[in-house]
């Protein structure tokens, strides 16, 4: 499993007109899109944003393509919105479900007014995201083995059980095919191959767990 850091460069007049009138706000800050779906028939967006929220209110109030939204916070907080879809927008999030990736949550905007996000998968597979979004402008800013950080699920397990995952991820155990045996990881941990499967079995039962409990 690997990753790639993009950013991506959005028209957002082109993209959506409510995101092109909060980009020109010069006292809204837009930090993070924590989650974009289409919902109905509309394009439902749960956004991570600072500065003025009272005149966040207001331009979302006066919008004509706003149908419903809430605003939490004083200077800093969150902004759910449901929004008439337009045909950039939905041809974007349909290019987003045609490909056998994950795009990490949240994404991050940048101060140049561009998206930046991490998507994750198989190398096959992130090597179709230029085609799918081939209306965009993309630069690759890294890409390599994914190793996920210790937070959320992650964050259960022990130090030397994230290091054995780590290990495991590095040295493509969970690949298909497989990359490394057993017999591998404990070569590169200094430990028996019974010792790296009991830890893998106990990672493995602690990070499903959290997904489907």
Request: glycine share 6%; aromatic share 8%.
């Amino acid at each position: 499993m690997r990753y790639m850091s993009l950013e991506f460069a959005i028209d957002w007049e082109t993209f959506h007109p409510v995101e092109h009138r909060l980009a020109q706000e010069p006292d809204i800050r837009r930090k993070a899109m924590h989650s974009v779906k289409i919902v109905d028939d509309t394009i439902a967006v749960l956004t991570e944003t600072e500065g003025d929220l009272d005149r966040y209110r207001e331009i979302l109030g006066e919008l004509p393509e706003v149908r419903r939204f809430a605003v939490s916070g004083d200077e800093s907080g969150y902004c759910y919105a449901q929004m008439e879809p337009t045909a950039a927008s939905t041809a974007l999030l349909e290019a987003r479900n045609k490909g056998d990736f994950i795009i990490e949550m949240p994404m991050r905007y940048t101060n140049d007014g561009g998206l930046r996000m991490t998507i994750i998968g198989e190398e096959a597979d992130l090597m179709t995201v230029p085609d799918l979004f081939d209306d965009v402008e993309i630069e690759l800013l890294s890409t390599g083995p994914y190793l996920p950080d210790a937070d959320g699920v992650f964050a259960a397990l022990t130090d030397r059980q994230q290091e054995v995952l780590k290990t495991a991820i590095q040295w493509g155990y969970y690949e298909h095919p497989r990359e490394s045996t057993l017999a591998d990881l404990a070569t590169e941990l200094a430990v028996d191959r019974t010792t790296v499967g009991k830890h893998l079995r106990i990672i493995e039962s602690k990070v499903f767990a959290e997904y489907v409990l």
